[in-house]
């Protein structure tokens, strides 16, 4: 049964950092490319990090110097570092196995709260 499980979103100030972590079972790891996604209130889902297979790293615009997305393919684990925080970071974050630009995911996390507020 393939799992994804998102956990340290939270609440924190503009410019603040949180470190995301998703933590997957049920399927071969380090043969998929590992992505989050973000939803913001009111917003369509959107991709923020991916990381292939390969260790090749893609970034949304808007998070490109701020975000830096990683694995360790020996924990079966994805993290997401967040830096520089800003408030329309505000969303909920998903993790998300496989796919491809254009393709959807294989599989989905049911996502961990980030709110950036003072």
């Known amino acids: 049964q393939v799992q994804l499980v998102e956990s340290g979103g939270g609440l924190v100030q503009p410019g603040g950092s949180l470190r995301l972590s998703c933590a997957a079972s049920?399927?071969?790891?380090?043969?998929?490319?590992m992505s989050w996604y973000r939803q913001a209130p009111g917003k369509e889902r959107e991709l923020v990090a991916r990381?292939?297979?390969?260790?090749?790293?893609d970034y949304v615009n808007s998070v490109k110097g701020r975000f830096t997305i990683s694995k360790d393919n020996t924990k079966n684990t994805v993290y997401l570092q967040m830096d520089s925080l800003k408030p329309e970071d505000t969303a909920v974050y998903y993790c998300?196995?496989?796919?491809?630009?254009?393709?959807?995911?294989?599989?989905w996390g049911k996502g961990t709260k980030v709110t950036v507020s003072s």
């Open positions: 998300a196995a496989g796919g491809r630009p254009g393709v959807s995911p294989d599989y």
């Open positions: 990381i292939s297979r390969y260790g090749t790293r």
């Open positions: 049920g399927f071969t790891f380090s043969g998929y490319a």
